[in-house]
Every structure is written in C-alpha cells, then in structure tokens.
C-alpha cells in the first residue's frame, strides 16, 4: 500500500523539551516537505530536501530542525527554540510536481 | 513577492448546485497549479492539476479553468455533496520550487 505515513497522530511536548516527527514515504519520490498548519490557515513551509542528505530552510525554520538521510524518510524535530509549537504538521512528497500529504501530526504543548 | 490567494474564505452551496472556488496568483512565471481538498484534522488531498498551456481541464464532477490573461484559476464542482464539504486549497508550483498555497476557502454544503 503505497503512500506518505506520519507518526505519532498526537504529541505532546513538554516545557523545554525536544520532540521528534516521522515521516515516511514509499513513493519513490525525491523531494520532501514539511509544512506547519495553525487554526484556519494556511500550510507554511518549514524545511524541504530535494535529495538525499541535502534540505533547505522554508520560510519558518527557527526552532526546527531535519534531516534527510535516507529517500524514504524525512523527520523533522521541533527544538525546545520553537516557542510556540501547537500547531498541525504536514509532511509531503514529490517527484517535481503535485505534492502528496501524509495525515498529519497534532503537536500539543503540555 | 509572489503570492496564490483566494477571492472568498467562505462559500455556502446547496446540495445539488455547482460550486465555484477562485483563486488569483501575482506571478506571471507560474507553470503549474494544483486544487487540494483538507477535510478537518486529515491531510490535503490532491483533487486536480493544470499546467500553463491548458486553459480547462476536466476529472470526475471538477473542472479546472485558468485564465493566464488576469492570472486567475477556479475549481468547479458539478452537483455538490454533503461530503465535498471541506477547505480548498490552490497551490502554485514552478519547476522544483515548492508550492506556495493560499489560505483556503471553506465550503459547507446546506442539504
């Protein structure tokens, strides 16, 4: 069954603490994306790689983080920098035209 | 800079009735433009794409229409569903660059 897997669905981050999303795709696709989403809004762009071992910084960065050492996985680490973190992660694949998302991951703030 | 933004945030539709969703981009370079559907607390989910040198393109009950000259494109829905009732997003893309997205219009469908 091919497609993009985000885990956890839920995750809750305490004061100071760094927490970690994965994400996963079986498409063969070579660019990956993360976006963030807030309550009635659109998807801004966190970080994306276009090829393995290589990513760039989208428009909201700070207090993020990835890494891109395999084509099938792209996890993204919300650092204790990230102040407010509460938010909708989006992860997407692509082979250089429409992007495919994954379900999302809920990030919560205890 | 450029920008993909939609005309409405809201549209309330009858079931039964087409739906219309707008959509205008600022850059005159954009190749590419893509209809996602995000119902609530799920991804977005592909719907339809068009490239610059279509003007229309047709799939199951949605059209896409592009319209270069004001450098708008809209997403039709023929015969409206409870279950169409979801955010539309528009996206721009450009060769590898990534997408730049609207903020989405919600549709609510009034059975």
């Known amino acids: 069954d091919g497609g993009i897997t985000q885990s956890p669905k839920y995750l809750f981050r305490k004061e100071g603490q760094n927490v970690t999303l994965s994400c996963e795709q079986n498409l063969n696709h070579d660019a990956m994306y993360w976006y963030r989403q807030d309550p009635g809004q659109g998807l801004r762009l966190i970080y994306y790689?276009?090829?393995?071992?290589?990513?760039q910084k989208g428009d909201i960065a700070e207090g993020y983080s990835v890494s891109r050492e395999k084509k099938e996985s792209f996890p993204l680490t919300v650092t204790s920098a990230q102040k407010n973190p509460t938010a909708f992660y989006l992860c997407?694949?692509?082979?250089?035209?429409?992007?495919?998302f994954g379900p999302g991951t809920r990030l919560l703030v205890l | 800079g450029e920008s993909v933004g939609l005309h409405l945030p809201t549209l309330s539709v009858q079931e039964g009735d087409n739906s219309i969703i707008n959509c205008a981009y600022s850059n005159s370079a954009s190749d590419y433009f893509i209809w996602y559907k995000q119902e609530s607390g799920k991804g977005p989910q592909f719907i339809i794409d068009i490239r610059s040198n279509m003007d229309k393109r047709q799939g199951q009950r949605v059209t896409v229409l592009l319209n270069k000259t004001v450098k708008h494109l809209s997403l039709q829905i023929a015969a409206t569903q409870p279950g169409d009732s979801a955010v539309y997003f528009c996206?721009?893309?450009?060769?590898?660059?990534?997408?730049?997205f609207g903020k989405g219009t919600r549709l609510s469908v009034i059975a």
């Open positions: 997407a694949s692509s082979n250089n035209e429409a992007q495919y």
């Open positions: 790689s276009q090829i393995v071992n290589d990513f």
């Open positions: 996206a721009d893309g450009r060769g590898n660059t990534p997408l730049v």
